[in-house]
């Protein structure tokens, strides 16, 4: 096997292991990371549902306070028999106006004065719960109020479902004690209610008692986990799409009875998925980039001289004309035996011319050549030894990064370590990130020139709306403007025709154009103006930005020219943004111009042709 081929397998081979140990790292590192940011995300949701559950209570126990500490509320209780108090208060659309289920008033001694349940949805009166019954007896949680400020509010689990109570001791309107009886208001946590969280939250939402015997197979795992551990919150990845997190709701006397499910789609993990692809890719590209280079490098240096000074050697070897010399090419060691070799050709000549006068000189000369074949040996030898030393290097170099990582995740590693090394690891990691994605538009940039000035770019013309295509823009711009003071306006004149292009193409115009408007605009408005003019459409994009100066209206459209304003400090690019928009819209059978001011925005403006007059080919 040729040293040529050793190198390109040898090299080959350490950029295949060092994508592998990246890519397990970065599996390890970044999904990791993901999957306790989703974790805690799910615990937010289920926390967030908890407290809209906490804070529908809580407005049950509001409205209670302004009846439990009323004049006619006390009065009522004290003398039941007065009727104008229900008359007043107690009709069906006080119920349906609370939006309650249940009222009942106890007087002091523990006897209940006035109930009445009420099912709002069928708009009538339904028996009151004799379950219910046993929690409102003497020394019950709901009438053991021991001061003015005390209150009661939280979950009874009742055969005919869940209800949200609340109690109050009932005082007069200035809140003096002691207390004339307990007034008691409920609302069943029925289907009605749970979209009614659902909907506060938007988030999915179910529950179950923990009492039923038909607990869902998922509830039952979950209820399994929290009474084999202290677990608050219980997170369980459902698969690839959703997860779900889980948590006991107690009751007014603090016993656990109903468990929440909060089911939410999986979008964090998804996009983790997301970045190690993209992340591998980058590091795939750099790596075959990189490795090209070497393979080149190496080539053109060192195996391309010593393949041509083999092949001389062979040359003259077959030829047997010691007049002949190799070629000496540089001043390092393949010089060196170069001119060693010319030498050992010239002894070898004078030997030869010698050799029927002199043969002692001729013994001296083979033991010379035999000398400058030993010269040969070593110098194969040390080039081999070269060869090896940058490959060596590339090796250490992967040894270190596995070492680097094995240590990052030792148990000796401090917190403090721990979070200094992926700090590094992650700022590192985001400049190959940036560099890559950097130098991947520089060579899309210049391979689509390159392709468009050579003709070979096939543009399918067909119909196409130019409404379609805004709304399209709209979308993929919207992550540019999320971090700046700029609104995108949409300003298109109705009943157009439908243009004959290749939409994709226009796209990428469109996409160009309104990138370079954000890029020199820090607040204000872009807006994208289409109107009709004949057999064309006219489509610009007109930003507040820093505008251009006039005399470079003219060159900003050429190839590599790019204007960058010292002051605004904005990046540069490759300079063909522009000019590939130029040659796209000329191909297309339109044309591109700017209008500008500096300190007064720019408009960048082209046209299209419709269908009814568009042009016969690309």
């Known amino acids: 096997m040729s040293l040529r081929n050793k190198t390109l397998i040898v090299t080959g081979l350490t950029l295949i292991l060092l994508i592998f140990l990246l890519y397990i790292s970065s599996e390890k590192i970044i999904m990791e990371s993901f999957s306790r940011l989703e974790d805690s995300e799910t615990q937010i949701n289920v926390q967030r549902v908890m407290n809209a559950l906490s804070d529908r209570i809580s407005s049950i126990s509001i409205t209670l306070k302004d009846w439990a500490f009323w004049d006619d509320t006390c009065d009522f209780v004290e003398h039941p028999v007065k009727n104008k108090y229900i008359q007043s208060n107690l009709t069906d659309n006080t119920f349906t106006n609370l939006n309650m289920n249940l009222v009942i008033f106890v007087n002091k001694s523990g006897q209940i004065v006035f109930a009445k349940s009420f099912d709002i949805e069928k708009q009538c009166e339904i028996p009151i719960s004799q379950s219910l019954k046993s929690h409102i007896v003497p020394g019950s949680k709901l009438l053991d109020h021991k001061g003015p400020k005390s209150s009661v509010s939280g979950i009874i689990l009742l055969p005919e479902g869940t209800m949200l109570v609340a109690s109050r001791p009932i005082l007069p309107t200035d809140e003096k004690w002691p207390s004339r009886g307990t007034l008691i208001f409920g609302r069943y946590l029925d289907d009605d209610e749970v979209k009614t969280l659902s909907n506060i939250t938007r988030l999915h939402i179910s529950l179950h008692s923990i009492d039923e015997k038909n607990l869902p197979d998922d509830f039952l795992r979950a209820f399994k986990v929290f009474s084999s551990s202290e677990t608050s919150i219980f997170v369980n990845t459902d698969g690839f799409d959703d997860i779900t997190g889980y948590v006991l709701i107690k009751d007014i006397y603090n016993k656990s009875c109903l468990m929440l499910k909060v089911n939410t789609p999986r979008k964090i993990y998804k996009h983790g998925r997301v970045t190690v692809f993209y992340f591998i890719t980058v590091i795939m590209v750099i790596g075959i980039l990189v490795g090209t280079a070497l393979v080149v490098m190496l080539q053109k240096v060192i195996l391309f001289r010593l393949s041509h000074l083999e092949g001389s050697m062979i040359s003259i070897r077959e030829s047997k004309n010691l007049s002949l010399r190799v070629p000496v090419e540089g001043q390092d060691e393949l010089g060196n035996i170069a001119i060693t070799v010319n030498q050992m050709l010239e002894a070898l000549e004078q030997s030869q011319a010698e050799l029927k006068e002199r043969t002692v000189k001729l013994e001296e000369a083979n033991r010379e050549l035999r000398k400058l074949d030993e010269l040969k040996s070593s110098f194969i030898a040390t080039v081999s030894h070269e060869l090896r030393t940058p490959l060596t290097s590339i090796l250490g ?192 059978g339109g044309r591109i111009w700017v209008e500008s001011e500096p300190g007064k925005g720019s408009n960048f403006s082209f046209t299209i042709p419709t269908t009814e007059h568009g042009i016969s080919n690309f």
Do not use: W
Request: glycine fraction near 6%; aromatic fraction near 6%; include cysteine.
């Open 397 to 588: 170099f992967t040894k270190i990064i596995k070492k680097k990582f094995k240590k990052i995740f030792s148990h000796d590693l401090k917190g403090e370590q721990l979070e200094k090394s992926k700090n590094q690891i992650n700022t590192n990691m985001d400049i190959i990130i940036a560099e890559g994605e950097r130098l991947t538009s520089i060579i899309n940039n210049i391979l689509d020139m390159a392709r468009l000035k050579s003709g070979n770019v096939e543009f399918k013309k067909e119909p196409c709306s130019i409404y379609n295509i805004i709304d399209h823009i709209s979308s993929s711009i919207s992550p540019l403007l999320e971090d700046k003071e700029i609104e995108f306006i949409k300003d298109i004149q109705e009943d157009l025709p439908e243009i004959l292009s290749d939409k994709y193409t226009i796209i990428q115009v469109l996409i160009n154009l309104i990138s370079n408007a954000i890029k020199f605009t820090d607040k204000g408005s872009i807006i994208c103006r289409v109107k009709g003019n004949n057999s064309e459409i006219i489509v610009s994009i007109i930003d507040t930005g820093i505008g251009i100066e006039k005399q470079y209206h003219s060159i900003i459209f050429d190839e590599f020219k790019q204007l960058v304003n010292g002051s605004a400090g904005k990046p540069g690019g490759t300079g063909l943004g522009l000019a590939i928009c130029k040659k796209i819209i000329e191909q297309s």
